[in-house]
């Protein structure tokens, strides 16, 4: 994942074992992380039980903002791949019945948004 592509504020996979280092202590007992995400300083992550979004705020990134999303909650979703000229392509999330999505990020070409929308699928539809 590029500096640029950072600052143009498209995702890039992160591992399950540097997710899991990092981010462990917020999962309950017999949750573990499926896929996961890095925007800069952000990061989404995808687990068996729920969806955890990761936003660190401020110039130090020290205060940090978890929101846990029940797959449950998910009302429906959205993909959008990436075109010719286009580079990043787009994931979007509506949350119960909510009119505008709750989620919208960007993906660089590093992710497969088919895979992530499989992820999301089986947990939603299920």
Known sequence: MGFLSNLLGNAGVATVDELSKEFGN????????EIGFKLFR????FT???????DKQGITGKKINYLSVVYKS???FSIETA????????LKIWV??????SVS???NKQ???YDLQKVLANHVLN
């Open 74 to 76: 998910i009302s429906r």
């Open 48 to 54: 068996n039980k729920r969806l955890i979004l990761v």
């Open 83 to 90: 075109g010719n000229f286009d580079l990043d392509a787009e």
């Open 111 to 113: 992710v497969n948004i």
């Open 96 to 101: 119960s019945s909510e009119v505008n999505p």
């Open 105 to 107: 990020k960007k993906f």
């Open 42 to 45: 952000d990061v989404f992550i």
């Open 26 to 33: 917020l999962l309950t007992d017999n949750e573990f992380i």
